[in-house]
């Protein structure tokens, strides 16, 4: 089964330092990988997709993600963080058998925590 | 262009009680996905809506059942509801053609079962 682990619970950084939230996943087969943004009592938004094209991927407020095959890694960096990025944030695989359709796995979250 | 839109935003039920929840998609979207948010958790897949029929269906129990209407809309029925059903409720929508990976999320709805 598709798995998704997201190394640590809650992230704090310092406002202009680097943001690295980590995400592995487990696959049988080539996955799709998203990361989604939660701020406080709103839905999800999504940040960017790794869907097999390049391996960098650039989204949304300057936050970019490279796609590791042989470390199973999507790891989420931004290099200078915002006061507005305190938020928590998601990393999703899809589920094998739905194909590009599938429904999406997702992990426990990281909350990201911006010290002025 | 008009966001995924979810109804209501927050709602209170007793145990036992059935409730609806609605989901319009984003304009020109066609397939309806729903998944459980509970507190300091990511949120898990129900089911997944197609041609108005259930394409897939996560690990919940036959108290869980949606509906997909012709013009995309969907809902989410809960039976008997139980405490453990108190979550954020999201709807996410996605295109067909578009490859469906991408899937657009609601704002939610946040059930609190008493």
């Known amino acids: 089964a598709q798995s998704v682990t997201q190394l640590g619970s809650h992230v704090s950084v310092s406002e202009g330092a680097l943001v690295l939230l980590r995400c592995n996943y487990s696959?049988?087969?080539?996955?799709?990988l998203f990361w989604y943004v939660q701020y406080p009592n709103q839905g999800l938004q999504l940040l960017l997709k790794y869907t097999s094209a390049a391996t960098l991927v650039k989204g949304i407020n300057g936050f970019e993600a490279e796609f590791k095959k042989s470390e199973t890694s999507f790891h989420l960096t931004k290099p200078s963080a915002h006061m507005s990025d305190a938020a928590e944030y998601f990393c999703a695989v899809s589920a094998p058998g739905g194909g590009s359709q599938g429904n999406l796995i997702f992990g426990k979250g990281t909350k990201l925590s911006v010290k002025p | 262009d008009a966001g995924v839109t979810q109804s209501p935003t927050h709602l209170i039920k007793t145990r036992g009680q059935q409730v609806t929840l609605r989901c319009s998609p984003k304009s020109g979207h066609d397939t309806v996905s729903w998944y459980q948010q509970a507190l300091g958790q990511g949120p898990q897949f129900i089911f997944q809506y197609y041609e108005e029929e259930e394409r897939q269906r996560g690990n919940f129990p036959d108290r869980f059942s949606g509906h997909q209407f012709p013009n995309y809309s969907s809902e989410l029925n809960v039976n008997a509801l139980l405490l453990g059903d108190s979550a954020l409720y999201l709807c996410?929508?996605?295109?067909?053609?578009?490859?469906?990976?991408?899937?657009?999320f609601g704002p939610g709805t946040r059930l609190l079962v008493l």
């Open positions: 996410a929508s996605s295109l067909v053609l578009a490859g469906g990976e991408t899937q657009y």
């Open positions: 696959s049988s087969v080539p996955p799709y």
